[in-house]
């Protein structure tokens, strides 16, 4: 994109998510510490605000487009180009306003929702293409201290991570392949996982948890099939319905699945021999360990404290 | 000039929105006019035979007449001036009927519109002059390139009907995609057995010259008189040798060729006959397998052929021959379904292609016809067929049906439970689009008889799983007649793979200097009732090339472009449209402007008195205009349609 992209120690604005600060705060912990030790700075909006994702844009997309400019325009007063946030559904939304920004009626009622001049020169990325990007699975593995051999993975990308391909820009809409890049370079072995941007089931949990059971379910068996030893997700949803749900879709199928669901950054940080207490892993809810004991990683006493928090 | 005016009532078409008397009279008011009335249909006999008299009772020296478009009844009424004794061009014609009637409502307004119409019309007619075709010699041969079934069968009638054929296939074999197939619709007829022996006739013909393994390099040259040069490839053999024995491809040791005919199920050797049948039987050398071209180290073949033919260091030849027409019959290839990440893109070996399971079919493909899968040979059980891959699909660019898709899927439905009488085949259909003669109680066969399930809806992906009876792609679509999702675990999926124009169809669209669409097809004179003409004067074109047609129809087309050929080339000279660009000698300045706009490279550069002038080939030139409009001098003019004509047309506008 522009020149000063692939400097280290470039800054990002950085967007967590609502999900950054409650239920993924291990995405967020491990994002950060990765960030840090790769020497890009993320620099925190003052007062973000939710991103306009699915409450906002079912009702208006306008609204949901000034929500996202509203957090654009504190980026722009940081004089910082490009946000990253961990989320694809975030991202997906802030991808989305920009691209409608273009249409001047639609900016003009946005304008009038925000009550502020819209930003002029803002640009989005997810963290992982940004790891994918600019620092490159050659760059990351030159960092791995303690690769992650004898471990089966399979990456799972969530249905918005790479779509609508049209403004997403990045990856393969069908088969994408940057996370398994990625998880190859950490020293892991991945699984040829043909359902990789398949629906979990999403937000529909909430209604009917029955929905993320089935959908959910068939990831799980999938994975479970092909022999692997977690999955690797890069989605705050996702890893909440394959993890946190994963006893509901066992109960469903009437299976008995134990999956540990990583985020990827995790095991990034775990690479790099980052200290876990940043990596957030305890707050996983089906414990790792029997993963992570393959890499010779699976001490119980840093394990032992699953829903506790005691890790943070 | 004693100018009489025929204004159209076109039943009602023009009538209900016009005011026909009224423009009548007001054509008598108009400059040399000495006669005007309006008839109920001017085309029809009567209506005809009233201009004729008309001319002959008033003297008249011009007409014009106001009714349709030019395209319709120029031609028409220009015999009709002829025929009471005026030279035709002495003729002009109003379009009353698609530039007013049709166009707008307003009665008053369109009578004023129509009234200034007849004024410019009139106008020019006052200064045209009477033109006369010239004869031309014409080359009674014809080129005809592509050697597939259209193409076979145009050469074939052409010779047949006395013209010598020059047959240009860029394969190393003539026959096209129908020799690949195992079996034709709706008869499940053997796709060679029928083809074979016209093929063979193609190769016996006394009038026909057949260049296989060739291409088109250049096109100069005009209607009756084209110089076409002929790129032959370096094959690496010398033909003229060549038995077609086959022992070299026995000896050689490069066993991973791309196998072309086949479509790429299973590999073939570096040198090669591309199947049993093939005409001319010749073998040709794959320069990027061949150890020896690659190497320098091998030879294998050379020491096995019997009759010295392999010639390691042959080269492309190029040649010329002259022609007096061409027939354009490159047909079509299959677009690139890779665009399917939701088909695997080319992931999964057990997704093929329509084309490729016709090889899997047949008994002389690379399994002898029994249907094993390439994954692990196995014979399938469940084999899903998936129709409209890359037709009917505007998000790939393909918005088109491609028209044949349907009929061999339900063909190969059919002989896949002939092949496997415990198998059940699943075809994923968008519509059933089976007109033709048979073509609809053919696909109600595969269903009923052959008990295909025939499921409605698109299949959103599918993806390798394993299953306790080994490993299978389970297929997931939508029944929209049903309303749900459906799941289908197959051991085999065969994409029904839309058709596009041929590869290279645009370049020589360029060469022929005829025009081609959005999406590479040839472009036919008139839709309707041009299908077979191009624009530019004597390329006719037969086959897929022109529009996506199966092979009855392309049949058809191949015998239609011989007929229109022979009528061409029947005298043995042409008549030239005197429509055409003339060049003021004293004017041009020779700077070449419309020799590099002329799209049809109808103007030459000539010396005349040692200066550079501008010459117009008037049996090339095509009177489109360009050239006049792009000289700085006004020194090439059109006839029929000059600067001075237009400005009188212009003119009389700005007087009403």
């Not at chain 1, 960030?35 to 208006?60: F, I, Q, R, Y």
């Not at chain 2, 005011?19 to 029809?44: F, G, K, L, Q, T």
């Not at chain 2, 020589?508 to 025009?515: D, F, M, N, S, V």
């Amino acid at each position: 994109m522009n020149a000063q992209f692939n400097q280290p120690g470039r800054a990002f604005s950085y967007y967590p998510g609502c999900t950054g600060a409650s239920t993924s705060r291990e995405y967020d912990l491990s994002t950060r510490a990765v960030c840090e030790h790769l020497g890009l700075k993320l620099v925190d909006l003052p007062d973000w605000n939710c991103c306009g994702s699915t409450p906002a844009h079912t009702v208006d997309h306008a609204l949901s487009a000034a929500l996202c400019s509203r957090n654009f325009a504190q980026a722009e007063e940081l004089g910082l180009e490009t946000m990253l946030t961990p989320c694809p559904s975030c991202l997906k939304n802030m991808h989305n306003c920009l691209e409608r920004l273009k249409e001047p009626e639609f900016a003009a009622r946005v304008r009038e929702l925000a009550r502020r001049p819209l930003a002029k020169n803002q640009a989005v990325k997810s963290v992982l293409q940004v790891f994918y990007e600019d620092i490159t699975p050659a760059g990351i593995a030159r960092r791995v201290k303690k690769p992650l051999k004898g471990l089966r993975l399979v990456a799972y990308y969530g249905c918005l991570m790479n779509r609508p391909g049209r403004f997403m820009h990045f990856d393969d809409e069908e088969n994408p392949v940057s996370m398994d890049r990625i998880l190859e370079a950490l020293g892991a072995e991945t699984l040829p996982y043909p359902l990789k941007n398949e629906c979990c089931g999403g937000a529909a949990g909430i209604a009917d948890n029955k929905v993320v059971a089935r959908l959910s379910g068939k990831l799980l068996q999938l994975a479970d099939a092909l022999g692997a030893d977690a999955m690797v997700t890069a989605c705050p949803l996702c890893q909440m319905n394959l993890d946190l749900r994963q006893r509901q879709a066992n109960r469903f199928y009437g299976t008995s699945i134990t999956m540990p669901v990583f985020y990827f950054t995790q095991l990034m940080g775990l690479a790099f021999g980052l200290p876990r207490k940043k990596l957030g892993l305890g707050k996983l809810i089906v414990s790792p360990k029997s993963a992570l004991a393959k890499t010779g990683r699976g001490q119980p006493d840093i394990m032992a404290h699953n829903l506790d928090g005691g890790a943070l | 000039m004693r100018i009489g005016v025929f204004i159209c009532h076109c039943g009602s078409n023009i009538a209900a929105t016009v005011d026909v008397p009224e423009v009548a009279a007001a054509a008598r008011r108009m400059p040399e006019v000495v006669y005007a009335s309006d008839n109920m249909y001017s085309c029809s006999e009567p209506g005809q035979q009233a201009i004729v008299e008309a001319i002959q009772a008033h003297n008249l020296g011009g007409v014009v007449v106001a009714s349709c478009s030019p395209r319709m009844h120029e031609p028409t009424f220009r015999k009709a001036v002829e025929r009471a004794g005026l030279n035709r061009y002495l003729f002009e014609m109003a379009n009353i009927r698609e530039h007013v009637a049709w166009v707008g409502k307003h009665k008053r307004a369109n009578t004023a519109k129509a009234t200034e119409l007849v004024l410019m019309a009139v106008e020019k007619l006052r200064l045209n002059r009477t033109l006369a075709p010239r004869k031309i010699p014409a080359t009674r041969k014809v080129l005809v390139v592509g050697g597939g079934v259209a193409g076979i069968q145009a050469a074939l009638d052409c010779a047949e009907g006395g013209l010598s054929v020059v047959l240009v296939e860029r394969e190393p074999s003539i026959g096209g995609k129908m020799s690949k197939l195992d079996k034709t619709f709706p008869t499940i007829d053997c796709s060679s057995c029928v083809l074979g022996p016209k093929m063979v006739e193609v190769a016996q013909h006394e009038h026909i010259d057949l260049h296989a393994y060739s291409e088109i390099v250049s096109v100069t040259g005009y209607v009756g008189n084209f110089a076409v040069t002929i790129r032959k490839k370096a094959a690496y053999v010398d033909w003229e040798k060549c038995t077609g024995c086959g022992l070299c491809m026995e000896r050689c040791p490069s066993l991973k060729a791309h196998d072309r005919f086949n479509e790429g199920i299973g590999a073939t050797t570096a040198i090669n006959i591309p199947f049993p049948q093939a005409i001319p039987k010749k073998a040709t050398i794959s320069a990027a397998h061949c150890i020896r071209l690659k190497t320098g180290k091998c030879g294998a073949c050379a020491k096995a052929c019997p009759s010295g033919a392999i010639d390691y260091e042959d080269q492309d030849r190029e040649f010329t021959v002259t022609v007096g027409a061409v027939v354009a019959a490159t047909g079509y290839d299959l677009t690139d379904w890779k665009v399917y990440g939701e088909y695997g893109a080319g992931r999964y070996p057990d997704v093929i292609t329509a084309l490729q399971y016709e090889r899997l079919l047949t008994a002389s493909g690379p399994t002898q016809g029994r249907i094993k899968r390439p994954s692990d040979g196995k014979e399938p059980k469940t084999v899903v067929f998936i129709q409209c891959v890359g037709s009917r699909d505007p998000s790939v660019g393909r918005p088109y049906c491609s028209g044949f898709c349907c009929m061999y899927t339900a063909k190969q439905a059919i002989q896949t439970k002939e092949h496997l009488p415990d198998s059940q085949s699943y075809v994923f259909y968008l519509d059933i689009r089976a007109p033709g003669k048979g073509y609809d109680e053919f696909t109600r066969r595969a269903q009923e008889e052959y008990g295909a399930a025939y499921v409605r809806g698109r299949v959103s992906m599918l993806y390798p799983i394993k299953t306790p009876d080994g490993e299978k792609l389970l297929v997931r679509g939508a029944d929209t007649l049903a309303g749900s999702q459906v799941e289908v675990e197959a051991d085999l999926v065969v994409l029904a793979v839309g058709a596009g124009a041929a590869e290279h169809a645009p370049r020589l669209a360029e060469k022929l200097r005829i025009p081609y669409d959005a999406h590479g097809f040839f472009l036919e004179g008139h839709p309707t009732l041009k299908p077979i003409e191009t624009n530019t004067a004597g390329v006719y074109l037969a086959g897929a090339c022109q529009g996506l047609k199966d092979i009855p129809a392309s049949v058809a087309q191949g015998s239609g472009a011989a007929a229109k050929v022979l009528g061409l080339l029947s005298r043995g000279e042409l008549e030239s449209d005197p429509q055409t660009a003339g060049v003021n000698l004293t004017r041009c300045t020779g700077c070449g402007k419309c020799i590099d706009i002329c799209p049809y490279g109808a103007v030459q550069e000539l010396e005349v008195r040692g200066k550079p002038k501008a010459g117009v080939i008037e049996a090339v030139c095509q009177g489109c205009g360009l050239c006049t409009a792009t000289c700085p001098q006004g020194a090439i003019q059109l006839s029929h349609c000059t600067d001075n004509q237009i400005l009188a047309e212009v003119e009389a506008l700005c007087r009403c």
